[in-house]
């Protein structure tokens, strides 16, 4: 007998948890990781944009295996090669073999929030979708809550290494939870791989879908860079806080991440207005951010752990971004076109992560942290233009898939 849908969603969703312990440690490890690989924060920013560059290029196999294979399968497959990447960076001594684990960290990551994603879309109307999808990204984000108080903790006494361990350990349990806990069919596929691979790529540039993708081309690489990264190194380096100190405002900037989606979720389904959501959620993120580098110079935790809780309410919003597209495309290539979404999510996350590091060279963090606001309030003007021709052209919301046939 199988468990409710709601739970076999939360069952994959623990892979989710892992995703985003794994990708924000570095956040309460920046300095001694930097040291012990023998490189600065700013050429630790380009490595770990490893990450997010094979997380996205990985993201067209695993839509496509989504859809043919279903979720229950791709999660089992992708988590084994997380752990697997999670036991690399555990022990790597140089700046080539941490790049070698990110990437492999990355393509294991790559399907851990599109596997509950493309289950629920399959699985219920869009009315509840909205719903579930602010459920995953909460529960998922929960695994920045390891990597903030605890895991400062466990870097503190047993160094970033353990962290990574322990991350590996968490990928080994969620690998259990979907292999005991969750019953699927495949949804099969008759066509043609590569006919499958075009479908993920048209959707990234259909016209319904380009607003969206728009957006979320800065909105990921915004959050992973604050929480991922930068955040760490700002209030340790810059405000003077003790790592524990920075680990427990880290925790409450998680702690907005896991309730935000939420919140998210049922406020887009009680207003339904999700593209004025989505531009307001993301211009205030981006203020909030402003607000911070501004205050850089005043002496009060709790101003700092204020502005940061704004910033993770505010960028949560992209949450919408799923119910968007969902609501776009027809149930059968929903994975296809969500996994098309996460394309531009961590395809833009590995630019930005480059970027940010230029940017913190040339200006230190404070600037890495303007790049971020600039890139959010660049990302929302895009997301309306492009929005506001989609409706001028009259089309239908609804998209069937862009390469079939007749």
Known sequence: MSLPIGAQILALTMGHVFSNAVRTLPAVSADVLSRDLGIGTETLSAITGAFPLAFALAMIPVGVALDRWGSRLVAMVLLSIAATGAVLAGF?????????????????????????????????????????????????????????????????????????????????????????????????????????????????????????????????????????????????????????????????????????????????????????????GHLLAAGFIVLLVLAGGVDAPWLDGLLLVGYGLSITYQVSLFALVQGRVTPDVAGRALSAMNVFFFGGAAVMQATMGLAAFWGGVAAALLFIAAALVLGVVAFLLLERRFVASGRAPALPDPVAKG
Do not use: H
């Open 92 to 280: 790597a001594t140089g700046p080539l073999s941490m790049v070698v684990a990110q990437s492999i960290i990355g393509i294991g990551c790559s399907g851990m929030m599109m596997a509950p994603m493309a289950f629920a879309a399959r699985s219920m109307p869009v009315a509840q979708f909205g719903i579930w999808a602010g459920i995953v990204q909460a529960t998922g984000n929960s695994g920045m809550l390891l990597t903030a108080s605890p895991l400062a903790w466990l870097v503190d006494y047993s160094g970033w290494r353990a962290g990574f361990f322990a991350c590996a350990v968490l990928a080994a349990l969620a690998f259990c939870a979907v292999a005991i806990l969750v019953r699927e069919r495949p949804p099969g596929g008759g066509r043609k791989l590569m006919d499958d691979a075009k479908a993920v790529v048209g959707f990234g540039f259909s016209p319904a879908l380009m607003p969206a993708m728009a957006l979320a081309f800065v909105s990921f690489g915004a959050m992973l860079g604050m929480r991922g990264l930068w955040g760490g190194p700002w209030l340790m380096e810059v405000k003077g806080f003790s790592r524990i100190e920075t680990g427990n405002l880290l925790l409450l900037l998680a702690a907005s991440l896991v309730i935000g989606p939420f919140l998210a979720g049922l406020v887009g389904r009680a207003v339904g207005r999700l593209v004025l959501l989505l531009a307001t």
